[in-house]
């Protein structure tokens, strides 16, 4: 059998996707964040990158899609602010298999960077 037959999602708008069943995902994504966050505490006190690039490998479309992405950008938001250091480029990279719904998460971008910039202002 495939690859693709076997590792793909259901559509973001079915009963049984991903997107309406997704709990026990985001609850590990915000268990994690205290090793996100020491991880790039501990990369800004050696580098100052003016461009990030943030990989997502095996995103899928739905609630979960930004979350890490989010906290990624909140962490760093918070150590620039703090320390007064110039918010870097974010360059996010999305990547999962071709059957996932793609165009649902292209979508949802506009909403996302919208959000963004009412939570963290013009600087993101």
Same mark, same amino acid.
């Given at each position: 059998?495939?690859?693709?037959?076997?590792?793909?999602?259901n559509a973001a708008d079915h009963e049984?996707?991903?997107?309406?069943?997704?709990?026990?995902?985001?609850?590990?994504?915000?268990?994690?964040?205290?090793? /996100?966050?020491?991880?790039?505490? =501990?990369? @800004?006190?050696?580098? &100052?990158? !003016?461009?990030?690039?943030?990989? +997502?490998?095996?995103?899928?479309?739905?609630?979960?899609?930004?979350?890490?992405?989010?906290?990624?950008?909140?962490?760093?938001?918070?150590?620039?602010?703090?320390?007064?250091?110039?918010?870097?480029?974010?360059?996010?990279? /999305?990547?999962?298999?071709?059957? =996932?719904? @793609?165009?649902?998460? &292209?979508? !949802?971008?506009?909403?996302?960077? +919208?959000?963004?910039?009412?939570?963290?202002?013009?600087?993101?």
């Amino acid at each position: 059998m495939a690859a693709e037959k076997v590792l793909c999602m259901n559509a973001a708008d079915h009963e049984i996707s991903y997107a309406n069943n997704s709990d026990f995902q985001r609850s590990v994504i915000l268990k994690v964040r205290p090793i /996100l966050e020491e991880s790039i505490t =501990n990369m @800004f006190s050696e580098i &100052l990158p !003016s461009c990030l690039k943030v990989a +997502d490998l095996g995103y899928s479309s739905g609630p979960n899609t930004f979350q890490t992405t989010s906290q990624v950008i909140d962490i760093i938001h918070g150590i620039c602010q703090q320390s007064q250091l110039k918010l870097p480029e974010f360059e996010v990279l /999305l990547n999962d298999l071709p059957v =996932n719904d @793609f165009n649902a998460v &292209l979508r !949802s971008i506009p909403d996302f960077y +919208d959000r963004l910039k009412k939570e963290k202002g013009e600087t993101v």
